[in-house]
């Protein structure tokens, strides 16, 4: 094992409130805007809220496994460190390659949500028609506005994690604004009769009983919950105390699972099912609803159009996070390791990330459901496989110190192993009463990820030899600790 020391290349800027600004607003999203009508048509209202407390329970028993590992080892990389500790670097790459899929297809996924948006608010808005894909016409207006949107928010993320921070802070308050207005003017003017007659399965009957609804709706919930993993992508850049970074990790969940259902209730509550059925953007329409006002609608879906920019923020962070701890580790290619001189972010990785989303609007919506749903089965893979890391590292070094301890940690790492397992599972077995399993465009996206991986993994490990995996270290003194802060050393170190 060779080792060797050097300063810590990025700047502590991240305060407590970043944190949570930047988890919470990349769970709450667009996704409760454009998708709540499908869930409740798909589920029913009651049997939605279930499944969204089914999925975070879920991520929550997952969210305890990451607060403890993050608040342990408070490195760049997240999930690429847990699992390399636990693993060795075979693990971590494919741990960290599945979860980088998951925040590239929500950064693509963003960067056509935000011209649909401005296609809801300007009727007149699609001009230029150029082709068709997959049934999706793709018009140059469109197109212009995803391509110009994206080259804005890559520019921002290069320019610092604190300035993409201020812009998330800002917008996460315009969508959780959006959102209490929603459930609020429902209370007010919704009607009982409503929720009651649309409980289980849903107007739509996509699902021929009410646990297949659930399920279906269930195995959505990943991809709209990803986003408190971001916080442990970005550990070295937080200016806060490690025990009070995992505490904010399960607060950002726990507020993320009550967020949707109240929605979802609210929705229900204040529209019928009949009204629904003929409602292009159902979440907006109930919003006009509930205060009576066309401008309401609108309102609301501004506050969608913040949880794009939020969603897209957090993700090109931790994705562009996550490559660089992979290229640090001679994982893929180094060139996704430099840091930009002066505002000290991955750039290269940035650049990469901000390219692909520039590249999304070309091949239209329906291309990006493929790509999304890809990107949830990563998410559900590299949880599971965190989750295992915990019991792995509980077991391997129980000396280590660990700020944040879960109580009963192996029940809770058992737990958090067995549901990702079976949401991993649900994406992978088709069920004969539930919508779960990817379809044939989506495997051809997951698998031609996994081949991407194969020949990085492939290339690195034949140029590095057995540099390959070679992982650093980071050691700090907390924050809140009582003794001087020292500066940052990172301990490479190479697995022979």
């Known amino acids: ?35 709540t009508g499908i869930w409740i048509e798909t589920a029913g209202a009651l049997g939605a809220a279930i499944a969204f407390l089914i999925g975070g329970v879920m991520v929550l028993f997952v969210g305890l496994t990451y607060a403890e590992l993050t ?26 390659w599945a979860i980088v899929l998951g925040y590239v297809s929500v950064v693509a996924f963003e960067a056509c949500a935000f011209p ?8 007149n808005f699609l001009q230029g028609y150029m082709y068709t894909v997959a049934g999706f016409d793709i018009y140059a207006s469109w197109v212009a506005v995803g391509v110009v949107t994206a080259i804005i928010i890559t520019g921002i993320n290069i320019l610092g994690a604190k300035t993409a921070a201020k812009l998330q802070t800002i917008f996460t308050l315009l969508i959780a604004g959006a959102g209490i207005l929603l459930i609020a003017g429902s209370v007010i003017n919704g009607d009982p009769a409503n929720i009651m007659e649309n409980m289980f399965v849903g107007s739509g009957k996509t699902s021929t009983t009410a646990l297949g609804g659930v399920l279906t709706v269930a195995v959505m919930t990943p ?13 070295e850049e937080i200016n806060a105390g490690f ?4 505490s904010i990790m399960i607060l950002s969940i726990v507020m993320a699972v009550a967020f949707y259902s109240l929605v979802i209730l609210a929705v229900a509550y204040v529209m019928p099912a009949s009204a629904m059925a003929g409602s292009t953007l159902v979440t907006a329409d109930a919003m006009g609803l509930a205060f009576n ?35 640090e580790s001679n994982m893929i290619p180094k060139v996704f390791a430099k840091l930009h001189p002066k505002f000290k972010t991955p750039v290269t990785a940035i650049a990469l990330i901000g390219v692909l989303s520039v590249i999304a609007p070309f091949f239209g919506r329906k291309m990006l459901v493929w790509i999304v749903d890809a ?16 019991l792995i590292l509980r077991k391997k070094d129980p000396g280590m110190k660990r700020p944040y301890k879960v109580k ?12 990702s397992g079976v949401m991993t599972l649900l994406y992978v077995i088709p069920l004969p009463f539930a919508s779960t399993a990817l379809v044939t465009e989506e495997w051809i996206m997951a698998g031609g990820w996994a081949v991407l991986g194969l020949i990085f993994y492939g290339y690195c490990k034949f140029k590095y030899g057995a540099a390959f995996g070679a992982h650093i270290d980071v050691e700090y003194i907390d924050v809140e600790e009582k003794e001087s802060v020292h500066i940052p050393v990172r301990v490479k170190s190479v697995v022979e």
């Not at 649909?116 to 009727?123: A, E, F, G, R």
């Not at 991809?223 to 550990?235: M, S």
């Not at 913040?306 to 562009?320: D, E, H, M, P, V």
Request: charged fraction near 10%; include cysteine; hydrophobic fraction near 50%.
């Open 116 to 123: 649909t948006v401005i296609q809801y608010l300007s009727p």
């Open 71 to 96: 608040a342990a080892m408070p490195q760049c990389g997240g999930e690429h460190v847990f699992s390399y500790k636990a693993m060795g670097p075979t693990g971590s790459f494919i741990c960290t």
């Open 1 to 35: 094992m060779g080792v060797n020391s050097t300063k810590s290349k990025f700047d502590k800027v991240l305060s407590t409130k970043d944190i949570f600004v930047l988890a919470f607003g990349a769970m709450i999203g667009w996704g409760w805007v454009v998708n």
């Open 375 to 390: 990107g949830s089965f990563g998410v559900c893979l590299a949880y599971a496989m965190v989750s295992l890391s915990f």
């Open 223 to 235: 991809f709209l919950f990803v986003g408190f993993d971001v916080i442990p992508q970005a550990a």
């Open 408 to 419: 009963n940690g192996t029940f809770v790492g058992i737990v958090a192993v067995a549901l």
């Open 243 to 246: 025990k009070k970074i995992g």
């Open 293 to 327: 006002s066309p401008i309401m609608t609108k309102v609301l879906i501004v506050g969608g159009m913040a949880g794009i920019i939020t969603s897209w923020n957090s993700f090109l962070i931790g994705g562009s996070r996550a490559m660089f701890s992979m290229a």
